[in-house]
């Protein structure tokens, strides 16, 4: 085979280092610039923070934060959940997450649930083999304060340490330890961790025994809301049911819960929505933009020895001017963003939820003549700050139902009328999905029962049955 040279011409793109860095710039939440500013600020010497007395480099970044709010109250959370709406599906299961907060609790600062629990035993007058034991069941508690293994291959692994241990041995330490506080901890699963804070409280509370046969013998019973066979098995009447019920709800299914530390996530807000003589309008906040510029003297330097070289300090200025461009860049695309969505969305603002209109990536694409790609990197970890509370970019999008007049209804606002009409339903008599569906359908949106579903599970509210009240 004879080998030969041949040209061929083609086009391909090309992405620069600047067109790189400001696509990586953009994607970054606000709390993710500020760290890569700051190493880009340890590594660049002619780069540097402007200082707030002196006159901004950039006009432009000035007259539109001039009118942007320094502060803007955070919408309090609307809780829609009361004692009979607690789903009791989550008292099935051993320590589940607390979804409704009912018990959540700020952390307690300093002591760990373990180092809780290992200073109570260390003043307690237990011998020193009976500490060891409760120690290794203190080592084996999870956040929640629940025991994460079955006693008997507890008693297994520490068989092997200690020598003649005998399984009551265990069974001893495991009461000593449920005898601390907090009140319910080492439980084996969630009907123990109940019991054990029932049987605490004095003799003469109002509905305890009955409470306490609840949880040892019927709480799959009482998730289910099975009312005829509780009060079957139980011999009691609605009004003593109801108590008892009402007892067991004032009890803690996490009590270790008060002593983890979660980590505290911070969101910074991008955009504030404010509405000026009748126009819901966007604006930056001021707050959330990095003040760069160019060292004046490393810039002063390299223009007066730029003949004798200085080829690092020279790409070094270019990177800099190269990030400063970038960055307003950056927040420059936030805004027609942010504006073109509260300009379709504007509606929601005024009415809440049940007013969004169906929004996707390439109707504002096309408003703001940038790539759907590009819109999706703007809307996501970017957050607007709204008179209606703190909501994500993305939030504003979503798909659409067709209504009877040939319309859409965005799922966001289907989200909230089934929140509504589930909030305003009669306890005794919920409404099924199926019903639900009918209501919708009434209304002219076209659902079926199984969308319905659907969104009732993104809402986090359980079905018909576990809402009936008792």
Avoid at 151 to 178: G, M, W
Avoid at 223 to 248: P, S
Avoid at 393 to 403: C, D, E, I, P, R
Wanted: glycine residues 4%; proline residues 4%; contains cysteine.
């Amino acid at each position: 085979m004879k080998h030969s040279l041949q040209l061929k011409l083609g086009q391909h793109l090309t992405l620069t280092p600047q067109l790189q860095q400001s696509i990586r710039l953009l994607q970054l939440s606000t709390l993710e610039l500020n760290q890569e500013l700051e190493q880009m600020l340890q590594d660049n010497p002619l780069l540097e923070r402007e200082e707030e007395d002196e006159p901004s480099l950039n006009a432009d970044a000035e007259s539109q934060s001039t009118d942007t709010p320094q502060h803007a109250d955070s919408a309090e959370p609307d809780p829609s959940a009361t004692l009979d709406d607690v789903d009791w599906n989550d008292y099935s299961a051993a320590a589940g997450d607390d979804e409704d907060g009912e018990y959540s609790q700020g952390a307690v600062t300093g002591a760990s649930l373990r180092e809780h629990l290992l200073n109570q035993l260390i003043v307690s007058p237990l011998s020193l083999r009976d500490r060891t034991l409760v120690a290794a069941l203190i080592d084996d508690l999870d956040e929640a304060g629940f025991l994460t293994q079955p006693l008997a291959d507890i008693t297994a692994s520490l068989a092997e340490e200690i020598e003649e241990l005998e399984p009551e041995e265990v069974e001893t330490a495991l009461k000593h330890l449920q005898n601390m506080d907090p009140t319910g901890v080492g439980a084996r699963n969630l009907a123990e961790c109940l019991t054990l804070q029932l049987r605490a409280l004095p003799a003469d509370t109002p509905m305890r025994e009955i409470a306490m046969r609840l949880t040892s013998h019927y709480l799959d019973l009482l998730a289910a809301r099975d009312v005829g066979k509780l009060k079957k098995m139980l011999g009691i009447d609605d009004v003593a049911l109801r108590a008892a019920r009402t007892l067991i709800l004032s009890m803690n299914p996490r009590p270790g819960a008060a002593f983890s530390a979660d980590e505290t996530h911070y969101v910074i807000p991008d955009v504030y929505v404010r509405k000026v003589k009748g126009m819901w309008i966007a604006s930056l906040n001021a707050d959330a933009m990095p003040k760069l510029r160019v060292n004046r003297v490393y810039a002063d330097i390299l223009a007066r020895h730029r003949e004798s070289g200085g080829s690092q300090l020279a790409s070094q200025l270019q990177e800099a001017r190269w990030l400063i461009k970038n960055v307003q860049q950056r927040f420059d695309t936030i805004l027609r963003v942010s504006q073109a969505i509260v300009d379709r969305q504007k509606h929601f603002f005024e009415h809440g939820e049940v007013a969004m209109r169906p929004l996707v990536l390439r109707e504002i694409a096309d408003a703001v003549e940038l790539h759907e790609s590009t819109i999706s990197r703007v809307t996501t970890q970017k957050f607007m700050m709204t008179p209606r509370g703190l909501y994500e970019l993305k939030y504003f999008f979503g798909s659409h139902v067709a209504t009877d007049s040939g319309g859409a209804c965005s799922s966001t606002a289907i989200r909230a009328l089934i929140k509504q009409m589930i909030a305003a339903e009669n306890g005794k008599k919920p409404l099924s999905d199926g019903q639900l569906a009918e209501v919708l359908g009434q209304q002219g949106i076209v659902v079926a029962r199984r969308t319905v579903a659907k969104y009732r599970e993104s809402l986090q509210i359980p079905p018909a049955n576990m809402r009936r009240t008792l």
